[in-house]
């Protein structure tokens, strides 16, 4: 774990609920549970919470924090698939150094944890997408909405496989008429298609850098969320992420099957974030892809899920070949959490990569920083 983690100021502290002492037992040593504390400790959480999500249109200030030393993963949102839960955000992590933040993914939920968080969704510049799946995208059009209504002048800039651009457009479309609006009854000036800009990315089995400040550099590389049969008959893509700071690298796989691609982009990495699909799900995807596939659909959800998500075993087989130091799991299926807790066996998830990685396994749940 980086060493500065312990410099940071805690906005929220919440143990996860789990189903037995057992589990809390294997989660104890890895959880992380406290927020990105950007504002003074003293400020009290609620206002702290108001000010990062502060801006023209809402009471609390736009507040620029210090910048923190340092780069620190924060897992925004973890539930795997496009379901709507009610105590868990759909896929979004950010990765933070020296205090500015690096948004990967962003699923519903997203905006609203960015000011939990603490880090504010004012101050996200630059957008990641590993794919553009709803689960992935859907709180994108809100964020580039909330940001312009609650006067970010900055540019902010969204990097993604083919239809990025496109995607980029169609949030600026969806709040035109709140843009109208604002211009005419409050003198906005500020025009969105001047400040928000897509960028396509070209991925392929080559790793491909796709940004670089002075902060952090960040290469792509095609995952195997889309199988052959598929990405033979369209333009889309999928992609793994790696982000080398001065002091950490942290690598995201996306949704994925095992890939070598992502093995070569991970190689030594310090933090692989990895999805992974419990197994007792992908064993019923399986059969329920054949029945389906008995029945004439051949290109069913059911085989889809099964065939392109990574069970324990593939998860922990690309982190052993990577060699990376640490591995937290992310986009977590199923994603759904009953009322008294996780839907899945925590301890099952560890002990299933353990098998093939001998390394340090991290359940990742939202508003975990590392």
Request: hydrophobic share 40%; proline share 6%.
């Amino acid at each position: 774990m980086d060493t500065t983690q312990s410099q940071l100021a805690p906005a929220r502290s919440t143990q996860v609920a789990v189903a037995t002492a057992d589990r809390r037992a294997v989660l104890a040593g890895a959880m992380r549970l406290v927020a990105l504390g950007l504002l003074p400790a003293a400020v009290a959480p609620a206002l702290r919470a108001q000010q990062s999500g502060g801006g023209l249109a809402t009471r609390g200030p736009a507040t620029a924090p210090p910048a923190m030393p340092g780069t620190h993963l924060v897992l925004l949102g973890t539930r795997g698939g496009p379901g709507i839960d009610l105590t868990r955000s759909q896929t979004a992590s950010a990765v933070v150094v020296d205090g500015t933040p690096y948004l990967v993914d962003c699923g519903y939920g997203t905006v609203r944890q960015l000011v939990a968080s603490n880090i504010g969704y004012l101050r996200v510049g630059q957008v990641f997408f590993t794919h553009l799946h709803d689960d992935h995208t859907a709180d994108f059009p809100a964020l580039l909405a909330f940001q312009w209504t609650n006067g970010r002048t900055g540019p902010t800039d969204a990097y993604g496989p083919y239809g990025t651009t496109r995607l980029v457009e169609a949030a600026i479309a969806s709040f035109r008429n709140n843009v109208e609006i604002r211009s005419v009854d409050e003198g906005r000036s500020n025009k969105p298609e001047l400040l928000y800009h897509g960028h396509d990315v070209d991925v392929s089995a080559t790793p491909v850098q796709v940004f670089r400040d002075e902060r952090v550099t960040v290469t792509a590389i095609e995952n195997t969320h889309y199988p052959a049969r598929s990405t033979a008959k369209m333009p889309h893509r999928a992609l793994a992420l790696r982000f080398d700071t001065k002091g950490r690298s942290i690598v995201f796989s996306g949704d994925t099957a095992y890939s070598a691609n992502i093995v070569r982009l991970a190689k030594d990495a310090d933090v692989f974030v990895c999805e992974i699909m419990d197994d007792g799900v992908h064993a019923q995807m399986l059969e329920r892809a054949r029945a389906a596939s008995a029945e004439g659909n051949t290109e069913s959800i059911f085989r889809h899920v099964a065939e392109t998500h990574s069970p324990p075993g593939d998860v922990a087989r690309m982190a052993s070949e990577a060699h990376v130091r640490s591995v937290v799991l992310n986009h977590q299926l199923p994603g759904a959490s009953p009322p008294n807790g996780l839907a899945y066996g925590v301890s099952a998830f560890i002990d299933g990569v353990r098998k093939g990685y001998p390394g340090e396994v991290i359940v990742g749940q939202d508003l975990m920083v590392l």
